[in-house]
C-alpha cells in the first residue's frame, strides 16, 4: 500500500499539461491548452487542459477528469499503477505503508505470479526466435498463418520446446518457487516430477489491460485425441478467465476512438485482424459471455458488434449473452462470417477492405436477429410462438434508460410486425415485466411498510386536531427549495473543499465587510460539522455522502483539508464528482472584473460565509420536513391519547423550527 506521505509528494509535483502532453499534442490557447481528443476521432481540436484547474475536458466526446483519471483512462492503469508512474516520472521514492500479514501474502504471491509469466513470455519468445526447433515448428506455423515477425513480436507469441522439462530447468534455474510455477499452470507435477505443461505448442501470452501477463493460451500444432487442441491457464490469485478479454491491452485505444468494440472467438482471430489494421477487437477465448467482461467492453465503449462463425454453434453463442448485454446498456449487433469462414480466414481472403465493408453492411439488430432466427425454430407451433412472444417482451423490458425510450418504443413496433401481434398489447407486456422488476426491486430495498396501510379504529389525528394539520401557504417561496436538493448537497461539499479551513462567525453587515480580524476563529468546517445535526443525514446522494464521510474523516485527524487530496482521489467516483463540482464557471470570474465593473465575483472576499450559512439552512430546512411528514405518519399509527399529544407537540416544535428557518432562508437565498 502507498504511504499517504508518498501519495501526497506525488500529488504535490503534479502537471497536468505535461502529463496530458506526453500523449497529446497541446497548443497554448489563452489560459488552457487545447488538442485533439485522444477517446475519440475528431478532426477539430476540442480537448482542453487547464493546468489552474488541474483538469482536462473534451466537449466532443465529454470525457474529463485529473492527471490520474486521464492516465487510467488513457493508459488503462489502476489508481496504484497510475500513481507509480507518476513516482517514477517525478522521481519520488516510493513508502510502502504496512498491511496486515494476510494481504501483504496475497499481494507478495500476486507479485511472484507476474513475475514467473514475464519470465516465461520472455523464455518462450526467445525459443521460437533463437532455437532450430523454435524457428522450424513455432515460427513456421505463424508464417503459415499468414502473421509478420511484426506482428508475432507485438503480441508477444512463443513456442515451447516439445521436451519433458526444459522450461522447469531454466525456471527452477534462475530460482522461482516450485510451488509457484505450478500455480501459474506452466508446470505440472507428473509422477511426481515436474514436467512442461506446454511442451510442443505455440505461445499466445494473455495481457491484463495495463500490459502484464496473466496467463497464457497454447495451441498444439498435431493432431491428437488425447490432448486437447488449447490449453488455458488455470485460475489463480491474477488470472479470472470471466473477468478477461484476449487482445485488450492492444485494442483499447482503437476501441476508445472507433467507439466500437469487435468481439471474436480466437486468438488468431485477434491477431490476423489486427495485422489486417482492424484493431478495435478482442477475444472471448472460446467461452461464453460474462457479465464482467461486458462490463470491460463498456469502460471503452457503448457499442458491441460480435463477430462469430456462421454455423449453428456460432449463433447460439452469440444469442447466450444478449440478455446480459442489453442490462449492461450496450448496443449489441451481430455479424455472422459467411461461407463456413471465421474471422482470421476471411480477413485473409477478402483483405481488410472488404472485411469493414462486409461487416458495414451485413450487421444486424442483435434482437431482431434473435427474433428472426427463433421464429424459424418456432414454425406453425403456436405454444413456441406464445412463450418467443414472452422472452422478446421481456428482453425489451430491460432497455430501462431513460434516454434509450425510442430504441424500446422501435423495437416494439419492429418486433409486434415480426411477430404479428397487435402493438398495443406487445407495450402492455413489456410495461408488465418493467413492473413486475421495479416491483421486486422495490420490495427488496424497501423494509418499510407506508403509514396508509395502517388500519385505525377511531378518528384519525387530523379529525381530533385540525388546528395542527392545516396547510400553510408558502412563505418566502420556501416550498421552491425542494426543487434544488442535488445542487445544494452538492453545494455542501464545494463550500467544504474550497473554504473548509476559511474562518466562520455569525458576522452583521458591517462586520462582513471587514473580515481581517477573523485569524484563529472557528472555521467553516468547524461550523459544519458541529450543527445540531448529523451532517452525513443532511445528503440523500451516496457519492456526496461518501465525500462528506472521507473529508470528516480528515478533518478529525487534524489533516490539512487539502482540495486536491479529493480530486486526486483513489476513488474514481469521488475523483470525478469532485472535478465537476470544482468546475463552477462563476467562481472563476477574472479578478479585474470587480474593479473594472464594480461588481463583487460570487467567492470573493467573504461571500463564502453567507453560502455556507445558506446552504447549511436549506439542507437543515430539508431535514426538518422530513421529520414533520416522519412525526405525522407516526402520529397516525399511535393508538395512545399520550403517544398522540406528544407526536402534536413534536409537530409544533417542528413547525416553529422550520418558520424560523424559512425566514432566515429567505433574507439570504430569495431575491
Same mark, same amino acid.
Not at 513508502?95 to 514467473?116: G, M, N, R, T
Not at 399520550?642 to 413534536?650: G, H, L, P, R, S
Given at each position: 500500500?502507498?504511504?499517504?506521505?508518498?501519495?501526497?509528494?506525488?500529488?504535490?509535483?503534479?502537471?497536468?499539461?505535461?502529463?496530458?502532453?506526453?500523449?497529446?499534442?497541446?497548443?497554448?490557447?489563452?489560459?488552457?491548452?487545447?488538442?485533439?481528443?485522444?477517446?475519440?476521432?475528431?478532426?477539430?481540436?476540442?480537448?482542453?487542459?487547464?493546468?489552474?484547474?488541474?483538469?482536462?475536458?473534451?466537449?466532443?466526446?465529454?470525457?474529463?477528469?485529473?492527471?490520474?483519471?486521464?492516465?487510467?483512462?488513457?493508459?488503462?492503469?489502476?489508481?496504484?499503477?497510475?500513481?507509480?508512474?507518476?513516482?517514477?516520472?517525478?522521481?519520488?521514492?516510493?513508502?510502502?505503508?504496512?498491511?496486515?500479514?494476510?494481504?501483504?501474502?496475497?499481494?507478495?504471491?500476486?507479485?511472484?505470479?507476474?513475475?514467473?509469466?514475464?519470465?516465461?513470455?520472455?523464455?518462450?519468445?526467445?525459443?521460437?526466435?533463437?532455437?532450430?526447433?523454435?524457428?522450424?515448428?513455432?515460427?513456421?506455423?505463424?508464417?503459415?498463418?499468414?502473421?509478420?515477425?511484426?506482428?508475432?513480436?507485438?503480441?508477444? @507469441?512463443?513456442?515451447?520446446?516439445?521436451?519433458?522439462? $526444459?522450461? +522447469? #530447468? &531454466? %525456471? *527452477?534455474?534462475?530460482?522461482?518457487? /516450485?510451488?509457484?510455477?505450478?500455480?501459474?499452470?506452466?508446470?505440472?507435477?507428473?509422477?511426481?516430477?515436474?514436467?512442461?505443461?506446454?511442451?510442443?505448442?505455440?505461445?499466445?501470452?494473455?495481457?491484463?489491460?495495463?500490459?502484464?501477463?496473466?496467463?497464457?493460451?497454447?495451441?498444439?500444432?498435431?493432431?491428437?485425441?488425447?490432448?486437447?487442441?488449447?490449453?488455458?491457464?488455470?485460475?489463480?490469485?491474477?488470472?479470472?478467465?470471466?473477468?478477461?478479454?484476449?487482445?485488450?491491452?492492444?485494442?483499447?485505444?482503437?476501441?476508445?476512438?472507433?467507439?466500437?468494440?469487435?468481439?471474436?472467438?480466437?486468438?488468431?482471430?485477434?491477431?490476423?485482424?489486427?495485422?489486417?489494421?482492424?484493431?478495435?477487437?478482442?477475444?472471448?477465448?472460446?467461452?461464453?459471455?460474462?457479465?464482467?467482461?461486458?462490463?470491460?467492453?463498456?469502460?471503452?465503449?457503448?457499442? @458491441?458488434?460480435?463477430?462469430?462463425?456462421?454455423?449453428? $454453434?456460432? +449463433? #447460439? &453463442? %452469440? *444469442?447466450?449473452?444478449?440478455?446480459? /448485454?442489453?442490462?449492461?446498456?450496450?448496443?449489441?449487433?451481430?455479424?455472422?462470417?459467411?461461407?463456413?469462414?471465421?474471422?482470421?480466414?476471411?480477413?485473409?481472403?477478402?483483405?481488410?477492405?472488404?472485411?469493414?465493408?462486409?461487416?458495414?453492411?451485413?450487421?444486424?439488430?442483435?434482437?431482431?436477429?434473435?427474433?428472426?432466427?427463433?421464429?424459424?425454430?418456432?414454425?406453425?407451433?403456436?405454444?413456441?410462438?406464445?412463450?418467443?412472444?414472452?422472452?422478446?417482451?421481456?428482453?425489451?423490458?430491460?432497455?430501462?434508460?431513460?434516454?434509450?425510450?425510442?430504441?424500446?418504443?422501435?423495437?416494439?413496433?419492429?418486433?409486434?410486425?415480426?411477430?404479428?401481434?397487435?402493438?398495443?398489447?406487445?407495450?402492455?407486456?413489456?410495461?408488465?415485466?418493467?413492473?413486475?422488476?421495479?416491483?421486486?426491486?422495490?420490495?427488496?430495498?424497501?423494509?418499510?411498510?407506508?403509514?396508509?396501510?395502517?388500519?385505525?379504529?377511531?378518528?384519525?389525528?387530523?379529525?381530533?386536531?385540525?388546528?395542527?394539520?392545516?396547510?400553510?401557504?408558502?412563505?418566502?417561496?420556501?416550498?421552491?427549495?425542494?426543487?434544488?436538493?442535488?445542487?445544494?448537497?452538492?453545494?455542501?461539499?464545494?463550500?467544504?473543499?474550497?473554504?473548509?479551513?476559511?474562518?466562520?462567525?455569525?458576522?452583521?453587515?458591517?462586520?462582513?465587510?471587514?473580515?481581517?480580524?477573523?485569524?484563529?476563529?472557528?472555521?467553516?468546517?468547524?461550523?459544519?460539522?458541529?450543527?445540531?445535526?448529523?451532517?452525513?443525514?443532511?445528503?440523500?446522494?451516496?457519492?456526496?455522502?461518501?465525500?462528506?464521510?472521507?473529508?470528516?474523516?480528515?478533518?478529525?485527524?487534524?489533516?490539512?483539508?487539502?482540495?486536491?487530496?479529493?480530486?486526486?482521489?483513489?476513488?474514481?467516483?469521488?475523483?470525478?464528482?469532485?472535478?465537476?463540482?470544482?468546475?463552477?464557471?462563476?467562481?472563476?470570474?477574472?479578478?479585474?472584473?470587480?474593479?473594472?465593473?464594480?461588481?463583487?465575483?460570487?467567492?470573493?472576499?467573504?461571500?463564502?460565509?453567507?453560502?455556507?450559512?445558506?446552504?447549511?439552512?436549506?439542507?437543515?430546512?430539508?431535514?426538518?420536513?422530513?421529520?414533520?411528514?416522519?412525526?405525522?405518519?407516526?402520529?397516525?399509527?399511535?393508538?395512545?391519547?399520550?403517544?398522540?399529544?406528544?407526536?402534536?407537540?413534536?409537530?409544533?416544535?417542528?413547525?416553529?423550527?422550520?418558520?424560523?428557518?424559512?425566514?432566515?432562508?429567505?433574507?439570504?437565498?430569495?431575491?
Amino acid at each position: 500500500m502507498i504511504s499517504q506521505n508518498t501519495i501526497q509528494q506525488i500529488l504535490n509535483r503534479i502537471d497536468i499539461v505535461e502529463i496530458v502532453g506526453s500523449f497529446v499534442k497541446l497548443k497554448k490557447r489563452g489560459a488552457n491548452y487545447l488538442g485533439l481528443c485522444p477517446f475519440h476521432n475528431e478532426k477539430s481540436p476540442s480537448f482542453t487542459v487547464s493546468g489552474s484547474k488541474e483538469i482536462f475536458k473534451c466537449f466532443g466526446c465529454g470525457k474529463s477528469g485529473n492527471s490520474i483519471n486521464f492516465l487510467m483512462e488513457h493508459e488503462k492503469y489502476s489508481y496504484v499503477e497510475a500513481l507509480r508512474w507518476l513516482a517514477q516520472k517525478y522521481n519520488v521514492e516510493i513508502e510502502e505503508k504496512e498491511v496486515s500479514p494476510e494481504v501483504k501474502l496475497q499481494q507478495q504471491l500476486a507479485d511472484s505470479l507476474f513475475i514467473i509469466n514475464n519470465f516465461a513470455r520472455d523464455y518462450f519468445v526467445k525459443t521460437m526466435f533463437e532455437t532450430e526447433e523454435g524457428q522450424n515448428v513455432g515460427l513456421s506455423y505463424f508464417e503459415e498463418r499468414g502473421f509478420s515477425e511484426e506482428t508475432v513480436r507485438k503480441f508477444q @507469441l512463443g513456442y515451447c520446446l516439445n521436451q519433458r522439462d $526444459a522450461f +522447469v #530447468k &531454466a %525456471a *527452477l534455474g534462475k530460482g522461482y518457487n /516450485a510451488e509457484y510455477l505450478q500455480k501459474t499452470g506452466l508446470v505440472a507435477m507428473r509422477n511426481e516430477q515436474l514436467a512442461d505443461n506446454y511442451r510442443g505448442r505455440v505461445i499466445f501470452p494473455i495481457h491484463n489491460q495495463s500490459g502484464k501477463v496473466l496467463g497464457f493460451g497454447a495451441r498444439i500444432l498435431v493432431k491428437s485425441d488425447r490432448a486437447p487442441k488449447y490449453i488455458n491457464s488455470p485460475e489463480n490469485d491474477i488470472y479470472v478467465k470471466s473477468k478477461v478479454l484476449y487482445g485488450t491491452y492492444f485494442a483499447r485505444h482503437a476501441i476508445d476512438k472507433l467507439d466500437e468494440c469487435f468481439l471474436v472467438e480466437g486468438y488468431t482471430d485477434v491477431v490476423s485482424l489486427h495485422q489486417a489494421g482492424i484493431e478495435n477487437v478482442v477475444a472471448s477465448s472460446g467461452t461464453s459471455l460474462t457479465t464482467d467482461q461486458l462490463r470491460l467492453i463498456k469502460k471503452y465503449t457503448n457499442n @458491441l458488434t460480435i463477430l462469430y462463425d456462421g454455423d449453428n $454453434a456460432g +449463433v #447460439k &453463442a %452469440a *444469442l447466450r449473452g444478449l440478455d446480459m /448485454a442489453i442490462e449492461e446498456g450496450l448496443n449489441v449487433k451481430l455479424a455472422l462470417i459467411p461461407d463456413k469462414e471465421d474471422p482470421d480466414s476471411y480477413v485473409r481472403k477478402v483483405g481488410a477492405e472488404g472485411f469493414r465493408q462486409f461487416i458495414a453492411e451485413n450487421k444486424q439488430d442483435f434482437i431482431l436477429f434473435k427474433l428472426q432466427v427463433s421464429l424459424k425454430e418456432a414454425g406453425n407451433d403456436s405454444t413456441k410462438k406464445s412463450q418467443l412472444v414472452n422472452e422478446i417482451a421481456e428482453t425489451i423490458a430491460r432497455i430501462d434508460k431513460v434516454e434509450d425510450f425510442t430504441k424500446q418504443q422501435d423495437y416494439i413496433r419492429q418486433c409486434s410486425q415480426l411477430l404479428k401481434i397487435d402493438e398495443e398489447g406487445m407495450v402492455t407486456l413489456v410495461n408488465k415485466y418493467i413492473r413486475d422488476r421495479l416491483t421486486k426491486q422495490a420490495t427488496q430495498q424497501s423494509k418499510q411498510q407506508s403509514y396508509q396501510e395502517q388500519d385505525s379504529d377511531g378518528p384519525s389525528l387530523a379529525e381530533l386536531y385540525p388546528e395542527h394539520f392545516q396547510d400553510e401557504a408558502p412563505s418566502s417561496g420556501a416550498e421552491n427549495l425542494f426543487n434544488k436538493d442535488e445542487k445544494q448537497e452538492r453545494e455542501l461539499v464545494k463550500i467544504l473543499l474550497r473554504f473548509g479551513d476559511k474562518p466562520y462567525l455569525t458576522l452583521s453587515e458591517e462586520e462582513e465587510e471587514n473580515p481581517d480580524n477573523l485569524e484563529g476563529k472557528q472555521t467553516v468546517a468547524d461550523y459544519i460539522f458541529h450543527l445540531p445535526y448529523d451532517f452525513e443525514s443532511l445528503a440523500d446522494s451516496e457519492v456526496v455522502k461518501k465525500i462528506l464521510r472521507e473529508y470528516k474523516s480528515q478533518y478529525d485527524q487534524g489533516s490539512p483539508l487539502d482540495k486536491k487530496w479529493f480530486l486526486y482521489h483513489q476513488d474514481a467516483e469521488i475523483a470525478q464528482n469532485v472535478a465537476q463540482i470544482l468546475e463552477d464557471k462563476e467562481a472563476d470570474l477574472s479578478a479585474n472584473w470587480k474593479d473594472r465593473f464594480e461588481i463583487k465575483t460570487v467567492y470573493g472576499d467573504n461571500a463564502y460565509l453567507k453560502d455556507t450559512r445558506s446552504t447549511t439552512g436549506y439542507l437543515i430546512l430539508r431535514k426538518i420536513k422530513k421529520l414533520i411528514i416522519e412525526n405525522q405518519q407516526e402520529m397516525e399509527r399511535a393508538q395512545d391519547l399520550a403517544d398522540q399529544m406528544v407526536c402534536v407537540e413534536m409537530h409544533q416544535h417542528l413547525k416553529q423550527i422550520e418558520r424560523e428557518l424559512t425566514l432566515q432562508l429567505g433574507m439570504v437565498i430569495f431575491k
